[in-house]
């Protein structure tokens, strides 16, 4: 073979290993790769097996202090990690590279399947606390003693969309907890609502197949707005509660911070004697509800699709811990048999009236996961997994989740052995004979690996403790074995027309808007009507206002398999709006400042912002910063258009003259203003900031909403009215769509 000019063979000059800056290797600092490992200076990477791996291994110096020395999985010191093994300069890569391989190999298997349903999630530690006894109804140690702290890992999450999809889709929120109590890992895996779609396990993989992307075209992605999804639901009448709800703002959420969180299913408390006591579980924000509007949720997910991760993680690693109280609703078997509905039917909720709900502990999310993979995405929650002294209902769909959990995480992580992964493993005692497996990480010593055995009791292993140990609660079943749903589980529309009576104007407008947007994005009328004829069961002015949006004609009404009771009272509990917080605690206000924006302003807002608990961030022309009035310069978190008013729950714009000339003539800063203001944002404005207000056509609408910021007195005012987080009002008087009664 000719020989290449020297001229043209590159690897003839070029170095071992590319210059650092080309490999973005600024922990590499003065030395050259071939030198110095590429672990950053700070990384603390600790492995499942390998602490010792972190704290003996070797270390030596580079710029930035002592750094481990890179070894393959294997512990061998690498020299290279830059070049592969080749032949020559230029010649062939050997199959004797091991590290190669080996670094391919792990590479080329780093992904796990992701969870079929609620895929897309992002999870916190924290701790429970009891705050009230709950020993007079139930054995469970983590109900025993006020002031215990128990641990805690709470994943939240979407349910359609996959890993990669956006936060603010709307989405109904998963919110499962694991409480790693001293009686084993209790799983509470609730979501945000409090009922669901269908009433029999049986039922979930075609709900779940409907509103994922369709089988052929695999769109649309991370929502319910398409024609197999509105079919389905069409076609199950059992859904129309839970469908209330998710056309609500609470699929909208503002945060996972601002959530509710619900077990859904009735449970039971079993004292010591056995007595069962049910119940529902339910976490109150201690942050009050709140939710976005669907416009500016849409706008938020090309903003920010990480609006929700980012919101937790910045909150916890600020030192605003989120909190939520653990409330119980406690019945018995008599309030079961009067009530209106099936306990055992999780499309019913019993209204906060009825029975109310007992705060008995509070969960704090005080820590943010080491490394999401290990954590969030590892961690597998079960149903199934509760302490003694709580216990299932028969209530079917609890039953077949029971089933199908443990399921899905052999599908996911790949072993028997998930529980020995440090995330899912409980933090009490275990001992057992269950042995080897995959990745086996906690094997037992001795002997005896069954039981009975006669090996003593220092040699024979653990034995059953009929006392502390879980006992199911002695019910009596039985009947002819069939395939039924129970008459009492035959109400569809009852509780569906009571959510939507109990909820704000502004709520119902809600209501109404989501479903015309829904059903618009369905391509087949015939379902879009079959959706208004179940909705003239729920309320007939909604039915109204869906057909009207649709320009459909009113379809007869569905017929209902029960009579629907129509004088449900209305529950103030179910509304978000009348469960908002009585302050801006935890909220961000979103600053827009330009060149020469009054000093003092800003920082009479900064101390107001300060002084409620709230944070704030900075929107500039530049993304270097604003100079103000008195000549500081504040450095921004966005340039204008990276930062639009959807991030935030306010805003101010402070600007001078010149700059509000300047952002007059553009379209980003015109669209943050427009955008607050159709989003019903408090607003406080500068006197020189009303000009873009006139550029961008709004001026004449200004509203109570709306206030002036005349000098620094003016600041406290505006972050004490902006605790109402919206002025609804707007919507109502603006909006083409609001109901004309309202
Ligand atoms: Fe489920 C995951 C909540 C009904 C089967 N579910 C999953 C997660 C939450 C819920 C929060 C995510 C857990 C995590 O963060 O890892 N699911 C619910 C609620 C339901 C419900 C509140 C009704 C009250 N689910 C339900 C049924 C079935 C499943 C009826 C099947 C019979 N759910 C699953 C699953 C998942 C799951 C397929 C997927 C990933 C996982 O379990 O770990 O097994």
Redesign the pocket.
């Known amino acids: 073979m000719a020989k290449k000019p020297a001229s043209l063979d590159k690897s003839a000059k070029s170095p071992k290993a590319p210059a650092p800056a080309d490999i973005g290797g600024a922990d590499i600092g003065a030395e050259s790769p071939q030198k110095a490992s590429r672990v950053p200076a700070n990384a603390e990477i600790t492995f499942a097996y390998g602490e010792a791996q972190a704290d003996g291994g070797e270390t030596h110096q580079v710029a930035g202090g002592d750094v481990a020395t890179l070894t393959t999985q294997q512990g061998m010191p690498v020299a290279d990690d830059q070049n592969s093994l080749k032949q020559g300069t230029r010649g062939p890569t050997l199959l004797e590279d091991f590290h190669f391989r080996e670094k391919m190999f792990h590479f080329d298997h780093e992904r796990i399947p992701e ?4 895929a897309r ?1 992002y999870a916190a530690h924290g701790f429970f606390e009891l705050t009230d006894s709950l020993s007079d109804v139930s054995r469970a140690d983590v109900f025993q003693r006020v002031g215990e702290r128990t641990p805690a890992f709470v ?1 939240f ?1 979407t349910v359609a969309g996959n890993k990669g999809s956006f936060d603010l889709a709307r989405d109904v929120r ?3 907890v694991k409480l790693y109590t001293q009686e084993g890992n209790w799983d509470l ?3 945000n609502i409090p009922v ?1 779609f269908i009433q029999d ?1 049986i039922k ?1 993989p075609d709900l779940v197949h409907s509103v994922k992307p369709a089988p052929d075209r695999e769109f649309p992605q991370a929502q319910s707005a398409h024609d197999n999804f509105w079919d389905f639901i069409s076609l199950t009448p059992e859904s129309f509660h839970m469908v209330m709800w998710q056309m609500s703002d609470r699929t909208i959420p503002r945060s996972f911070r601002t959530m509710e969180g619900f077990g ?2 009735t449970f039971r408390l079993l004292d010591a004697a056995g007595k069962s006591t049910f119940v529902k579980f339910h976490w109150k924000p201690k942050q009050g509800l709140q939710s976005v509007v669907w416009n500016e949720a849409v706008k938020i997910n090309g903003a920010d699709p990480d609006f929700h991760r980012r919101d937790l993680w910045d909150a916890i690693n600020s030192g605003d811990f989120p909190e939520w109280e653990l409330g119980v609703q406690l019945f018995d078997d008599a309030f079961a048999d009067s009530f209106d509905f099936d306990v055992l039917d ?1 499309t019913k909720l019993i209204p906060e009236e009825l029975v109310p709900v007992r705060v008995v502990g509070r969960l704090v999310l005080d820590r943010v996961v080491d490394n999401f993979f290990a954590e969030t995405e590892q ?3 079960c149903t199934q997994n509760v302490p003694p002294g709580i216990d299932f209902s028969n209530d079917p ?1 609890l039953q ?2 029971n ?3 443990l ?3 052999i599908k ?1 992580l790949g072993s028997p052995n998930f529980t020995h992964i440090p995330i899912n493993a409980p933090k009490c005692p275990m001992a057992h004979f269950q042995q080897d497996g995959h990745m086996a990480m906690h094997n037992p010593k001795g002997r005896a690996n069954y039981e009975p055995n006669s090996w003593g009791p220092t040699q024979g292993g653990p034995r059953e403790d009929p006392v502390r140990g879980f006992t199911s609660f002695a019910e009596v079943a039985e009947g002819p074995k069939q395939r039924v749903r129970s008459e009492t589980f035959a109400d569809h529309y009852s509780q569906a027309r009571q959510f939507f009576v109990s909820q704000t104007p502004i709520e119902q407008k809600h209501i109404g808007d989501a479903l015309v947007f829904e059903l618009s994005k369905v391509e087949r009328p015939d379902i879009r009507s079959r959706v208004v004829s179940h909705l003239r069961n729920v309320d007939t002015a909604l039915a109204t206002t869906v057909a009207d949006g649709l320009g459909l004609a009113m379809p007869d009404a569905a017929v209902a398999a029960r009579e629907p009771i129509t004088d449900l009272p209305a529950s103030d509990k179910l509304s978000i709006v009348k469960n908002g917080p009585d302050s801006f605690k935890g909220r961000k206000l979103g600053i827009l400042l330009s060149d020469g924006a009054d000093a003092a302003l800003f920082k009479a807002l900064l101390k107001a912002v300060d002084g409620e608990g709230a944070v704030y961030e900075v929107i500039a022309p530049k993304i270097a910063g604003a100079t103000l009035s008195d000549g500081t310069t504040v450095a921004a978190k966005h340039k204008i258009d990276g930062g639009p008013s959807v991030l935030f729950d306010a805003v101010a714009l402070l600007v001078s003259a010149e700059g509000a000339k300047l952002l007059s003539r553009d379209a980003a800063a015109k669209d943050f203003v427009t955008d607050a203001f159709a989003h019903c944002k408090y607003i406080a404005i500068s006197a020189e900031a009303q000009a873009i207000f006139v550029a961008a056509g709004i001026a004449d609408d200004l509203d109570e909403a709306c206030l002036l910021l005349a000098t620094a007195a003016d600041a406290p005012a505006f972050i004490e009215a902006a605790r109402a987080l919206r002025f609804w009002p707007r919507e109502l008087a603006v909006d083409l769509d609001a109901h004309p009664q309202t």
């Open positions: 969870r079929v349903v609620h999630g994943r999450s998963g919110f499962a895996v609730g979501n669901f396990a979930f859904v299913h999780a961690v597998a929650f769909l077949g989740r089933f199908s959990y399921d899905t995480q996911r």
